[in-house]
T-cell receptor, first 116, second 108 residues
Framework: ETGVTQTPRHLVMGMTNKKSLKCEQH?????MYWYKQSAKKPLELMFV???????ENNSVPSRFSPECPNSSHLFLHLHTLQPEDSALYLC???????????????FGEGSWLTVV | RKEVEQDPGPFNVPEGATVAFNCTYS??????FFWYRQDCRKEPKLLMS???SGNEDGRFTAQLNRASQYISLLIRDSKLSDSATYLC?????????FGSGTRLSIRP
């Protein structure tokens, strides 16, 4: 059983819709992440939060808007997406920001997003 | 040069065989190393951490070579259930870097 849960697991949305992905971690971790994985492509880091503060934003289009209200919850707000945004969106957490020896990252099961 | 490079494969080997793949990294300040496994349409899951002295977990052995900047994963007596994509991961400073993965397919 994963300590990181994501909802919804599957989402189909139109290009004019607004929706949100939710992530919750039950591990007491301080860092949380959003990754995108498109078909047959490597993981792309989107956002990093540490203690509820955004510490990294990898040139992600503004149609993706993260929110971290507390250290155990992370949202990804979606607005006017494009079909090429269809992908698996993975939330992850780690005890602290990467770099600490032995700091392991744990993933949620992902949210499959299809933009039509 | 990419921060981390892996042979994408696929490696197609018979059940029971031994298979090994490497991953090279460019940042000599990298601190921690891991192998993750990702099954088709699933999230990546930690397979094992990689320690400087090398470590073994059952049929899996991971090695780190800091001088040549690579890590390796050896799988002995491969099983059908080992078929997956194996992701090389390292962390440095405030970044975790994932490789693009090596696809392994075990045939009966």
């Amino acid at each position: 059983e994963t300590g990181v849960t994501q909802t919804p697991r599957h989402l189909v949305m139109g290009m004019t819709n607004k929706k949100s992905l939710k992530c919750e971690q039950h591990l007491g971790h301080n860092a949380m992440y959003w990754y995108k994985q498109s078909a047959k492509k490597p993981l792309e880091l989107m956002f990093v939060y540490s203690l509820e503060e955004r510490v990294e934003n990898n040139s992600v289009p503004s149609r993706f808007s993260p929110e971290c209200p507390n250290s155990s919850h992370l949202f990804l707000h979606l607005h006017t997406l494009q079909p090429e945004d269809s992908a698996l969106y993975l939330c992850a957490s780690s005890q602290d920001l990467a770099g600490a020896a032995g700091n392991t990252i744990y993933f949620g099961e992902g949210s499959w997003l299809t933009v039509v | 040069r990419k921060e981390v490079e892996q042979d994408p494969g696929p490696f197609n080997v018979p059940e029971g065989a031994t298979v090994a793949f490497n991953c090279t990294y460019s940042n000599s300040a990298s601190q921690s190393f891991f192998w993750y496994r990702q099954d088709c349409r699933k999230e990546p899951k930690l397979l094992m951490s990689v320690y400087s002295s090398g470590n073994e977990d059952g049929r899996f052995t991971a090695q780190l070579n800091r001088a040549s900047q690579y890590i390796s994963l050896l799988i002995r007596d491969s099983k059908l259930s080992d078929s997956a994509t194996y992701l090389c991961v390292y962390s440095s400073a405030s970044k975790i870097i994932f490789g693009s993965g090596t696809r392994l397919s075990i045939r009966p």
